[in-house]
Structures are given as C-alpha cells and as structure tokens.
Nanobody
Framework: QVELVESGGGLVQPGGSLRLSCAAS????????IGWFRQAPGQEREGVSC????????YYTNSVKGRFTISRDGSKNTMYLQMNSLKPEDTAVYYC????????????????????????WGKGTLVTVAS
C-alpha cells in the first residue's frame, strides 16, 4: 500500500526554522520524483519545491528560494523540507508528493506555473508562522 505521511509542522515565530518530514511506504522514494506543496487559507495549492528523477534537478518557487531546502534519505525512505527564515506568508498546510519515474516530472516552468502533476499525496501538516 502506497502511503506518504508528513510530520514536523507546528507554530513557529517569524524568522524561525522548521524541518518537515515525509515518510514513504509501499514504494522506493529515491526512485521517484518528489515535491512539497502548500495551501494557505483561501488560496489554491501551490508548488514549493520539487526534484525531478529524470535529471536530478531541484527546483524552488521564487518565494522560498534561498530559505527552503528539499532533500531525501533513501535509507529511511523519507523526504524533507528544511524551512529557514520563515515568514507569516509561509503559513499553510504543507503536503508532500511523489510521482512515478515514467510519468512527466516537474520542471522550472511547471513549478512556477503551478502545473506540476504528482501521483501520490500525503494528507498534509500545518505550519503556522506567527508571533
């Protein structure tokens, strides 16, 4: 059974840091394209960061470049999102996702245009940035 489970969300002050984790089961995460997405209240879900399994490239949406880092640990079948210098506008439910290597992978354009397609999704974890 394929499953993605996020953890690590919570309340943090502006300027603080959080690391989100996403544990995968039922498939080898390091052989799939992966990504993190978020949905703020009243807004549509947007792509935050992704890694294409096709070329190994990593992409970030402009608003998080230099502050967030996506990574994965194949030995733990887990992906991460390290978030630094958090801002109130980063408040959202964060979702991890994965896509089969035979499916189209994320690119700079699809991430910025919010048209990335993923196959598996977690249920999300809430990040609140407030003082």
């Amino acid at each position: 059974q394929v499953e993605l489970v996020e953890s690590g969300g919570g309340l943090v002050q502006p300027g603080g840091s959080l690391r989100l984790s996403c544990a995968a089961s039922g498939f080898p995460l390091d052989h799939y394209g992966i990504g993190w997405f978020r949905q703020a209240p009243g807004q549509e879900r947007e792509g935050v960061s992704c890694i294409s399994i096709a070329d190994g490239k990593t992409y970030y949406t402009n608003s998080v470049k230099g502050r967030f880092t996506i990574s994965r640990d194949g030995s733990k079948n887990t992906m991460y999102l390290q978030m630094n210098s958090l801002k109130p506008e980063d408040t959202a439910v964060y979702y991890c996702a994965a896509v089969h290597p035979s499916s189209p992978q994320c690119t700079e354009n699809t991430l910025q245009e919010n048209t990335v397609r993923m196959g598996f999704w977690g249920k999300g974890t809430l990040v609140t940035v407030a003082s």
